[in-house]
């Protein structure tokens, strides 16, 4: 509920309530995975005003997309260690290893 007050403050303080936005054009799928998987880390990283904060001002839909699909679509592989951390944990981790590779 906090959360969403300060949300609702910000878009007063910043104009930004829909009435007086000009439309944005949607954004190409790749952003919206990161914003999703920007979205998944606040989450999981305890961010939760940030979060709400963040998924008002990218216009998201409340309901984050599903793990399943983002992993499916981004052609990750996950294993037990990964499957409680973020994806994007995941993703920056890959890349130090192919790095050290």
């Known amino acids: 509920m906090k959360a969403?007050?300060?949300?609702?403050?910000?878009?007063?303080?910043?104009?930004?309530n829909k009435s007086h936005r000009t439309k944005r054009p949607k954004p190409p799928h790749?952003?919206?995975?990161?914003?999703?998987?920007?979205?998944?880390?606040?989450?999981?990283?305890?961010?939760?005003?940030?979060?709400?904060?963040?998924?008002?001002?990218?216009?998201?839909?409340?309901?984050?997309?599903?793990r399943e699909f983002l992993i499916q679509d981004l052609g990750v592989k996950e294993n037990e260690e990964s499957k409680?951390?973020?994806?994007l944990l995941g993703l920056v981790e890959t890349f130090k290893n192919l790095k050290t590779a």
């Open 84 to 87: 409680d951390l973020p994806l």
């Open 4 to 16: 969403e007050m300060r949300t609702e403050v910000m878009k007063l303080l910043d104009g930004s």
């Open 30 to 66: 790749d952003v919206l995975l990161l914003n999703e998987l920007i979205r998944e880390y606040l989450d999981w990283i305890g961010y939760k005003y940030t979060s709400t904060v963040f998924v008002a001002e990218c216009e998201m839909a409340k309901q984050p997309l599903d």
